[in-house]
């Protein structure tokens, strides 16, 4: 895709349109060249789009239903389905489709894949190089692409393409990372560059020999033979010189510790990662990382950096791969709650609360935490204490209230297809409720006993609750 190994030529870039060769000929300010090939050559930027990349490709991606009435149902009969759950095309999984998409995102601007239709269904996404591709207006102002490889050129329309721009300044083709940051990364590879010099001359800093007087040709021998040979072999490189007749050596630059050379090369690391809106402790540079901080990066790369590109990839989903029809009540979605989980307690802990206040159910956190339905599992509990603010007071008798609050919550949920096993699950908390009440134990599971085989037997449930209120 990005052209390791090999040397690319300018697929796409004529004398009529010549803007973009100066960014690829051009030298930055640290007197080195930047292309893409040449970035991903940089460790920092290869860690940030890697982690990127593959980040939100292993993030479950589905496509949902509306429901008429509210809700939503995923829609796992669709085609799209099948091509975001695993299979992208007859080459590529759905992971590696979206890391060649991401990849091309974060380091082009753009990504394009082509879309292959049967019946108006679509049934394969086919990758397409960025760097080929031309944008161009039409005679009727439609927008067309231009594929050019090997000198073969394809015009694509844009119902043809799933494409997903970056950042962008005509709302077309998305800005470059690797153009907008070049003199950064210039710098990283020219420091890059004079590491390795360095390192080649076994460590060694530029500098001249002195003596008072003349060096004889035997002496001059010897020491050009030294130091080719530590030129040549990395064993050698350690050897101390031997100097004769008087001869010095004078370093002429100051060292790499002097220079903060190390100080420099982690600058720009953390430039790069901020190119790539990436946390510094995700491309290994620990310095500023606590026990105390760590988690809470963590999840603002969740919500800064990786929900950007995922709304981005969700909607132009909807804008290029799903019918008009299917536009209305059709949406795919990452699932990124896995990724903004806290520690076991945080969430075992909000698991609880969401449980006891009724707005999930022991399926739905089981979901969360990637296990299987129980039988049972889709009751939702509703807090005893809590009823409607604007109902009318209840009675301060004991005994009245006990009776009210068992036939308001029936009540309520008299309908539900389920009310068998609410009903049951309803009068377990119900004698815990009067147990802490100071209720004797026995007393309350018997009389709750009680009322719920009654509640079970009943041909008709809304004349005992009449009974119950007269009582």
């Not at 003596?211 to 080719?228: I, P, W």
């Not at 950007?308 to 989903?317: A, S």
């Not at 599992?377 to 209840?394: F, H, I, K, S």
């Amino acid at each position: 895709m990005f052209g390791f190994g090999k040397k690319k030529s300018p697929k796409n870039l004529t004398l009529k349109s010549p803007s973009g060769w100066g960014a690829l000929f051009s030298k930055t300010a640290a007197g080195v060249s930047v292309s893409v090939e040449q970035a991903m050559r940089v460790a920092a930027v290869y860690a940030c789009v890697k982690i990127i990349a593959e980040t939100i490709a292993a993030t479950p991606l589905h496509l949902y239903k509306n429901r008429p009435e509210g809700g939503k149902d995923r829609a796992n009969t669709h085609p799209l389905s099948v091509i975001f759950g695993g299979v992208a095309n007859d080459e590529n999984t759905t992971q590696e489709l979206l890391e060649y998409i991401l990849a091309s995102l974060l380091l082009r601007g753009t990504a394009y894949c082509e879309i292959v239709r049967v019946g108006g269904r679509v049934v394969a996404l086919l990758p397409l190089d960025a760097s080929c591709m031309t944008p161009r207006r039409g005679d009727d102002n439609v927008l067309l692409f231009d594929y050019v490889v090997n000198g073969k050129t394809t015009t694509y329309r844009k119902d043809q393409l799933w494409r997903i721009t970056g950042l962008s300044s005509d709302g077309v083709t998305g800005y470059s990372n690797v153009t907008i940051g070049r003199e950064a990364l210039g710098v990283a590879i020219a420091a890059e560059k004079h590491a390795a010099q360095t390192y080649s001359n076994g460590a060694s800093i530029p500098g001249v020999y002195e003596m008072d007087g003349h060096l004889s040709e035997e002496a001059f021998n010897r020491l050009k033979e030294q130091l080719d040979s530590r030129a040549d072999s990395l064993g050698d490189m350690m050897k101390p010189l031997l100097l004769e007749e008087g001869l010095s050596y004078q370093s002429v630059s100051m060292s790499l510790k002097d220079a903060q050379f190390i100080e420099s090369r982690k600058f720009q690391i953390a430039e790069v990662a901020r190119i790539f809106r990436v946390p510094a402790h995700k491309v290994g540079l620990m310095d500023a990382a606590t026990f105390g901080n760590i988690e809470h990066q963590s999840l603002e790369f969740v919500v800064d950096t990786l929900t950007p590109w995922c709304v981005r990839i969700e909607q132009t989903i909807k804008r290029d791969l799903l019918t008009a029809n299917e536009k209305k009540s059709y949406y795919a979605k990452f699932n990124l709650e896995g990724l903004l989980r806290g520690d076991t307690k945080s969430r075992y802990e909000a698991h609880g609360s969401a449980l006891n206040n009724g707005w999930l159910n022991v399926n739905e956190v089981r979901a969360l935490e990637d296990k299987n339905p129980i039988e049972g599992g889709d009751v939702y509990r509703v807090p005893l204490n809590m009823t409607d603010a604007n109902a009318e007071p209840e009675d301060t008798d004991p005994v009245t209230a006990l009776e009210r609050k068992q036939v308001n919550a029936i009540r309520r949920e008299l309908g539900r297809a389920d009310f068998s096993d609410w009903a049951t699950d309803f009068y377990t908390r119900f004698a815990d409720s009067m147990i802490g009440e100071d209720c004797d134990e026995d007393t309350a599971r018997k009389y709750c006993g009680k009322q719920l085989e009654k509640l079970l037997a009943a041909d008709d449930v809304p004349a005992l609750l009449k009974q119950w209120e007269g009582e």
